[in-house]
């Protein structure tokens, strides 16, 4: 039987441990973080500190268990000049997933009020597509800390029934490098424990599958995009809207979109007013970025570019204007500083993999956010979701 490890356990890994080990093959999956309770999971964040602040989350689950939930198809266009058609898999898993717009209960006054502004202002603003299940959810702001009523999608559906169907789960390995013999994966190492297998497929995130390829002598790790967001804010009394479904709206504009976000950073530089969370409103404006990132063994470099800058500032001015209308005293706007939550594009399509998402080395494939070949420049998760999905149907077809 056709052996298969998968390192890492998020959108991408947990998409192609289900998918293969639906299809009788044996699994594998190794993960470097913990198993954990989805309320825990504020604890597993990483971030990594650059002029851009990076994140993503260690854990069983990877960074899809602190999810907003926000779930659209990206960079289609893209990949379909590439010779990579999603339309199937995009299909498949949009009724899988039920991904839909929350019905008029889930969205609150703040979001209204946000939404009424902007068409005033001759904006189109949209419901947000969602991988949520309103009949689970009751809104409550936190889908950022992991959703204590398993509301959302998260892989760790995926994984559970992969898990349930024979895989392995080795928790708590990190994975170093990967093992060759001429030309041919032959398997993974977590420092000096090996374990073999005929294919690989690193999932590890844009930050450390380029780590694990540079130490198996594949070049990676350059033409990072992450994304690049700020959220913009201030204070209107009693708003409440830290309670709210964040981004259950948004703005399409090009290479922008805007969204309503609350975010705790917002409260702290607007300490002198003496806020408290409900005073505060605020808007998401994230960016197709510039991937002119770069991940090394020991950091991640990422500054904005000029492009990046006269994007955020445009974004920034639009979303200072929606939120004046909707009522806040403009004396009170601010600005987190640049954070990104998207990483990608470290080991992209025809760079590092060639379009069925191998490697120079037989065997060894990526399914992660790192062969998205440019920035979405809005939620990744659908997309990485269906490359995982076609990678592991070219895998059962042409390996049987
Ligand atoms: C706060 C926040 C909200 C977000 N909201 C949305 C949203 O609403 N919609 C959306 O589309 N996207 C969202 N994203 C982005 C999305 O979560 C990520 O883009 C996506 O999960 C990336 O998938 P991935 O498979 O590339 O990596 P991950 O999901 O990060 O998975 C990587 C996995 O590899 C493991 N790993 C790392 N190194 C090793 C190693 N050496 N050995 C073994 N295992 C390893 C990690 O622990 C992790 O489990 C959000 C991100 C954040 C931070």
Partial sequence: MLKVIVVGSGAGGGTVARELSRAGVDVTIIEKGPIIKPKNVSECYQSHLSDVEVMETTCFGGTTMVTLGNAVRTCQGTFKKMGIDLDDEFRELEQDLNVNTLPDSHFGNATKRIMDSARSLGFEPKKMPK??????????????????????????????????????????????EITTHKGQVTGVKSFNKEFKSDIVILSAGAISTPRILNK??????????????????????GVNYHQELPMNAWIKLDDIILSPHYSGVLLDKLGKFKPKKKDIMGMMVKIKDDNTGRVTETSVIKYNTLHDVELLSRGSAIAGSILTEAGMDANTLVSTPPRGAHPGGTAAIGEVVDKNLETEISGLFIADASVFPEAPGAPPVLTIIALAKRLSKYIVSSYK
């Fill in 131 to 176: 991988f949520i299940d309103p009949s689970k959810c009751k809104p409550c702001g936190e889908c950022a800390f992991g959703c204590k009523r398993d509301a959302k999608w998260t892989s760790r559906i995926y994984l559970e029934e992969s898990i349930q169907s024979g895989t392995r789960l080795i928790e708590e390995t990190p994975v170093t």
């Fill in 216 to 237: 198996t002598s594949i070049k990676a790790g350059n033409n990072l995009f992450v994304d690049t967001f700020v959220t913009v804010g201030g204070i209107i009394k």
